[in-house]
Structure formats: structure tokens, C-alpha cells
């Protein structure tokens, strides 16, 4: 988990900002019901992108806006493992 945070926040790095601190999103389509997802599977986002942010801009204040704003959770964590590669 170390290695994925240490990538920075995913959506920022789209952006084209490199260095922002990242929290680990554990995405909820790999987890069933309230669960979280393996440790091995995480997506690091600032927590801007991850939790403070309004509608549209951070993924918990609404999944719908910020995948229509910067990709969905499956493609993010696509990215990531590339990244890790």
C-alpha cells in the first residue's frame, strides 16, 4: 500500500500535478455489500478528490459526477497497477 500512495492522488497526477499527498480509496466494486476492497486493490486519491470536495469533485460526495469528471473506479485502478508495473 506504501508503493500506491507514494503514486500520489491518481486523478490529480491526470491533471498534471505530480506531487499531491493521496489517502487510499478501497473501490466498492470489488468489495460485496458494506465491505472494502483487498489492501492490494486501492486507489490513491488527495482528499480533496477522495472525501472533502463537493458533488462532481470528490468521489464520495457523489460516484455518478466524479466518474463522469475523471473516469470510474475500474479504470482507475487500471491505471494504478499500470503504474505499478
Known sequence: MDAVARLGCIVCR??????????????RFLAGGAQRSSHMD?????????RLGGLGVALHAGRQSFEAAYGSE???LAQVRALLA
Not at 42 to 50: A, G, K, M, N, Q
Open 14 to 27: 491526470n491533471l498534471g500535478f505530480l506531487d499531491s499527498p493521496a489517502e487510499l480509496h478501497h473501490p
Open 74 to 76: 475500474a479504470e482507475l
Open 42 to 50: 486501492v486507489i490513491p486519491l488527495c482528499p480533496t478528490h477522495h
